[in-house]
């Protein structure tokens, strides 16, 4: 099982970006899905997380701004991400708690976002 993470890129202050995070493998079923985000020099921060039945939760820094969103039959969770701020800036990495034999956590390569000022 992999999971990985699509999008990223610069983006000026207020702009907007999208990430996607799709699962591949062989699995029976995806529990939680989630996005975090390592700033350089800071320790990692939960950004949003959904859970199988649609219910999400945000970082206090990002309500309001970004949308946390999946596709069941993809297997893919999304990051829609709007008047994005410099303290924005990092790489962010997707998790996914999957089914296979057992249940485990898995995470994505991490995909850079980076916003100019």
């Known amino acids: 099982v992999q999971l990985q993470a699509f999008g990223g890129g610069l983006v000026q202050t207020g702009g907007s970006l999208n990430l996607s995070c799709a699962a591949s493998?062989?699995?029976?079923?995806?529990?939680?899905m989630a996005w975090y985000r390592r700033a350089p020099g800071k320790g990692r921060e939960l950004v949003a997380v959904?859970?199988?039945?649609?219910?999400?939760t945000y970082g206090d820094s990002v309500k309001g701004r970004f949308t946390i969103s999946r596709d069941n039959a993809k297997g893919t969770v999304y990051l829609e991400m709007t008047t994005l701020k410099p303290e924005d800036t990092g790489i962010y990495y997707c998790?996914?708690?999957?089914?296979?034999?057992?249940?485990?956590?898995?995470w994505g390569q991490g995909t850079q976002v980076t916003v100019s000022s």
């Open positions: 998790n996914a708690n999957l089914r296979s034999a057992s249940w485990n956590s898995y």
């Open positions: 493998g062989s699995f029976i079923a995806i529990h939680r």
């Open positions: 959904i859970d199988s039945a649609g219910v999400t």
